[in-house]
């Protein structure tokens, strides 16, 4: 192919870097996980993937059970063991993580090949890029963090209701504002890497499948006894990602029409669902509920075959990318997957040979 056939086109070409997407969808679950356990059928919507050119790794992992460890790791393309060895295994201190994810190695090696970085804010702090070149936060309201240390105070009880209501669906509308405005990018020179990681399907369950906002946020508690879900539980989740599902296709349609250069778009997951977590103990946890996740990319002229490692993980698929698009020499890591505590997050307990689906199916 020469290299102009790719100008005004999404096929790849030797020498032309592609735009890259990166759609973290927060605590999306693998479809054997929404079949077994959710009672739901996803394959309308992966099927939507194929028919758009995209690979699913039927066996996707997550490598790590919390989204800061997921991030940090993804983004560095490394395991997080030198890390943990620094601070040990019962530190609480999740300040090198988020420094991790802020000077991140991906957006190091991207930048030294032309790249402009573009990161819009999730209202999770921790892995929000302010460090990217355009960092884009159109939203107000407060920071998950913010919210919880309010819910603390008396202050809810004096603030006038309107500004509760901003406070209360700021992250709602942070969601909307990603999904409609992500294409947007496209209008920029590229390359580009665009990393939007959006809070949902992962609790709270704000939205219906029809997109409407809740009038009250129902989310889980870190303290919640993990055993069989509530029915309400299954149900929030499960129309929580229904919307998803639209908004996320709505996205990609709009992505394939209007980029006129070679594209990337990966949509994975940071982690898996929680509804069968135990925040403390491994051996009460359903890991391959919390890590069995979603991995699906689409690659420009399906590269070369448009095959992807089928239990592929977040630490592998920028070496992959990179290596194939941009000539990286980044070998694949072992495909693995740790829990670990809420509390002690370095505390990692390999549980890969769980993760994966049921034989039977």
Known sequence: MQQGAAIGSRTAARG????I???VLDGY??????????????????????????????RGRANYSQTILSLASCLNMTYLDEVAAQVGRRSTDRAPLARMIQRNRLFTFLRRRGYHTVAFASGY????????DVYIDAVP????????????????????????????HADAKRILYIFDHLADTTKLRPPVFVFAHILSPHPPFVFDRNGRIIGREVGLRLDRAPGMPMRSEITGYVEQLEFVNRKTRAAVTQLLARSNWPTVIIIQSDHGASLRTDWDRVERTDV??????????????????GRIPDDLS?????RFVLDRYLG?????????????PWRYPYEFTRVTDRVDPPASH
Request: contains cysteine.
């Open 314 to 318: 977040d630490v592998n698929v920028f």
């Open 288 to 305: 391959r509920e919390r890590l069995g996740a979603l991995m699906a990319v689409y690659l420009p002229d399906r590269g070369d075959d």
């Open 328 to 340: 990286a020499n980044l070998p694949l890591l072992p495909n693995e997957s740790y829990y670990s």
């Open 29 to 58: 679950a693998r479809a054997d996980v929404l079949r077994d356990i959710y009672h739901y059928d996803n394959s309308a919507f992966l099927g939507y993937l194929r028919d758009k050119g995209f690979a699913i790794a039927s």
């Open 141 to 168: 309201g407060l920071t998950e963090f913010q919210r919880v240390i309010l819910n603390t105070t008396p202050l809810p009880l004096v603030f006038p209701a309107p500004s509760l209501a901003i406070v209360e």
């Open 21 to 23: 997407y990166c759609i």
């Open 16 to 19: 032309v870097p592609p735009n």
């Open 125 to 132: 702090a921790p892995a929000d890029i302010r460090t990217a």
